[in-house]
């Protein structure tokens, strides 16, 4: 899923190509994109796009009088950039929107179609789609521990959870945690000051670091998910492979369709946390501690 990163430079990227221009046509193939009919779509053609700008994970256009054409992208969803007037892909593509020096391609390389669209008109209206999580990189370390700390959720949740930190998904989420040396499963209303310190400065560092990444890679273009940008991750994504810090086998947890990366030696003091799958299985076999494991692997 597009994240903080990904979505900063994709609303760069669409700033510098259409920012000033005309929307003289928006192009639907996917019944199931856009999710509001009032106002419809044909307010937004022929009004100038004033403004790109993001709103957690979403992709804010701002036109003329006040209209708002408010995009998420969710799981697989990604943005191109084409010729004037470019046909849709049958398969994958969604929408595209017509400017006089391009058109911005929406697609979605899944059978299922989770992105949507909605047409906004006035502020007050736009503001319903924020969920009112902080956003990191404007706050100060005290509203950050504040917010985490508000209620008491595992890291993991409260730095996923859009209602109390803005951007942060599944994948930098692995990432900050691994940075911070901070078990996924730890609970925010326990965490020491010092550990809120390291968390709120992870958090600045991932999110800093990784967008630059992503803007490099995408070279001048929208961002797009590539071996080398996952392979440069220390934990997400990484089960089974040596932690680059300790060189201990990067861990799982599964549950429901998603999966949390850690480093038991860095994270979790050596307990290896138990996954909801194949502890079960496993029983008594389950290692429980990084010596279980390299006892396992002998």
């Not at 209602?163 to 996924?184: K, T, V």
Request: hydrophobic share 40%; charged share 30%.
């Amino acid at each position: 899923m597009p994240e903080y990163p990904e979505v900063v430079v994709a609303v760069e990227r669409l700033s510098s190509l259409a920012k000033g221009q005309t929307l003289e046509r928006i192009r639907v193939a996917h019944p199931f994109l856009l999710r509001t009919a009032d106002p419809p779509l044909s307010a937004l053609e022929g009004k100038v796009l004033l403004d790109v700008q993001r709103l957690q994970k979403q992709i804010i256009c701002v036109l003329q009088e006040e209209l708002f054409l408010v995009l998420h992208l969710m799981i697989s969803g990604r943005l191109d950039w084409r010729e004037p007037g470019c046909s849709i892909p049958r398969k994958s593509g969604l929408a595209a929107l017509d400017f006089p020096d391009g058109s911005l391609l929406i697609s979605e390389p899944s059978t299922k179609k989770r992105a949507s669209l909605h047409v906004v008109r006035g502020r007050e209206l736009l503001a319903s789609f924020d969920r009112g999580g902080l956003e990191v990189m404007d706050g100060a370390l005290e509203a950050f521990a504040s917010r985490i700390k508000e209620e008491n959720h595992t890291l993991k949740r409260a730095l996923t959870d859009q209602r109390i930190l803005s951007g942060i998904g599944n994948a930098y989420s692995d990432e900050i945690l691994h940075r911070a040396r901070l078990s996924p499963f730890a609970l925010t209303a326990h965490i020491t000051d010092d550990e809120a310190v390291r968390l709120y400065t992870a958090t600045r560092q991932v999110l800093m670091d990784w967008t630059e990444r992503v803007r490099k890679a995408a070279g001048g273009g929208f961002p797009k998910e590539t071996r080398a940008i996952r392979h440069a991750m220390s934990v997400h994504g990484k089960y089974g492979e040596p932690c680059p810090v300790c060189n201990t086998e990067v861990q799982r947890i599964r549950y429901a369709k998603r999966e949390t990366n850690y480093c038991p030696r860095c994270q979790t003091e050596g307990r290896v946390l138990a996954d909801r799958v194949l502890s079960r299985l496993l029983k008594q076999d389950w290692p429980r501690t990084v010596e279980d494991l390299e006892r396992h692997g002998e």
